[in-house]
């Protein structure tokens, strides 16, 4: 059973950016894709992207591209979201989700919130 | 990309209730389909996969239904603990992931 602890909550200003962490335990990313996940207050749930770092590149969903940037540092066993150019709409609770085989997101972090404030 | 709609947005039963949740996707995804639960403050938990496989752990309560485009999760013998939002989520490959709206069961 993978355990995945995400970096604490941050408050940060428009224009600027956020790197949220995901540490995996009791399994590795190298056998398992990361995916990030984003929940607005009171939303819904919305894909942003994800990797399987033994294929090596990562993908995005269309609205976030040229904004994010997903890595995966396996000699730690962890992941990384990186989110530019932010704005006050991009306050939200950031997820990251292990992958299954075939595409559900089987273990999941506790959340980061991120707050997008002047 | 794939659109997932969800119905009913909110759902008001009692504990021990049957209730079905729909979900219906925009073209065919066959069977891949996922169900979550989020009870508030929390992160959302895997409850189905692949339409209609019980995730580890999770209780035989619970069950997952459909193909092609329209999907039931069925909670069977409602606990207090299954008030809570429930989302589904198409994973169709070469086609990026997409939830529904959520479902809130809330206590009638």
């Known amino acids: 059973q993978v355990h995945l602890v995400q970096s604490g909550a941050e408050v940060k200003k428009p224009g600027s950016s956020v790197k949220v962490s995901c540490k995996a335990s009791g399994g590795t990313l190298s056998t398992s894709g990361i995916t990030w996940i984003r929940q607005a207050p009171g939303q819904g749930l919305e894909w942003m992207g994800g990797?399987?770092?033994?294929?090596?590149?990562?993908n995005y969903a269309q609205k976030f591209l040229g904004r994010i940037v997903i890595t995966a540092d396996m000699s730690t066993n962890t992941a990384y979201m990186e989110l530019t150019s932010l704005r006050s709409d991009d306050t939200a609770v950031f997820y990251c989700?292990?992958?299954?085989?075939?595409?559900?997101?089987?273990?999941w972090g506790q959340g980061t919130l991120v707050t997008v404030s002047s | 990309d794939i659109q997932m709609t969800q119905s009913p947005s909110t759902l008001s039963a009692s504990v021990g209730d049957r209730v079905n949740i729909s979900c219906r996707a925009s073209q065919s995804i066959t069977t891949w389909l996922a169900w979550y639960q989020q009870r508030p403050g929390k992160a959302p938990k895997l409850l189905i996969y692949?339409?209609?496989n019980l995730g580890s752990g999770v209780p035989s309560r619970f069950s997952g239904s459909g193909s092609g485009t329209d999907f039931t999760l069925s909670i069977s013998g409602l606990h207090p603990d299954d008030f809570a939002t429930y989302y589904c989520q198409q994973y169709q490959i070469y086609s990026p992931a997409t939830f529904g709206q959520g479902t809130k069961l809330e206590v009638k």
């Open positions: 990797i399987i770092p033994t294929s090596g590149s990562p």
């Open positions: 989700a292990t992958l299954a085989a075939g595409g559900f997101l089987d273990f």
């Open positions: 692949k339409a209609s």
